[in-house]
């Protein structure tokens, strides 16, 4: 089953429990589902790797108008963030932890004999490839940096 039929059975379930919060983040997936479809060159198909990148992108978007709604002091805008954050994640890989991250990050600079801050691009590249889906960039990034700085 791809993530547009889970989207839609899941969306199906939600209106018959009259789940508003789950109902906004499936409908919000299913818009971007939609609009991968119909772009130029797509023939109305997502491969899988994309679909990852589009619910990674529609979790950074989400994340990005919480803490600009916690700046504000709007925890009614916020909490409808939460909201969908947390119904767009259960469609992504478990994330990893910080530490499995830390653990990861240092087989990927042992494995490409990275020493210094100037290796940061090298290792990102390899790192981001490896880890799509199981962390996020700057989490990704961050655990580089403190890495090669160490």
């Known amino acids: 089953m791809n ?3 889970k989207v839609m059975a899941e969306m199906k379930e939600a209106m018959k429990a009259k789940n508003e919060a789950l109902l906004r983040g499936l409908r919000a997936i299913k818009a971007e589902i939609i609009k991968a479809k119909t772009e130029p060159g797509a023939n109305g ?3 899988g790797e994309a679909e990852l990148k589009l619910l990674q992108k529609l979790v950074k978007q ?9 700046k504000q002091n709007r925890p009614d805008l916020a909490l409808k ?3 969908e954050i947390a119904v767009i994640e259960k469609f992504l890989p478990q994330q990893l932890s910080p530490e499995a991250l830390k653990e990861a990050v240092q ?4 494995a490409n004999g990275a020493t210094t ?5 090298k290792v990102m590249s390899v ?3 490896q880890l799509a889906g199981q962390a996020d960039g700057k989490a990704i990034a961050a655990c580089v940096k403190e890495l090669l700085q160490s």
């Open 45 to 47: 198909q997502i491969a």
């Open 81 to 83: 963030e939460e909201e």
């Open 117 to 121: 801050a100037a290796d940061l691009g």
């Open 3 to 5: 993530l547009e039929e």
């Open 107 to 110: 087989k990927i600079i042992a």
């Open 62 to 70: 989400r994340k990005d108008s919480l803490e600009i709604y916690q």
């Open 127 to 129: 790192a981001s490839k």
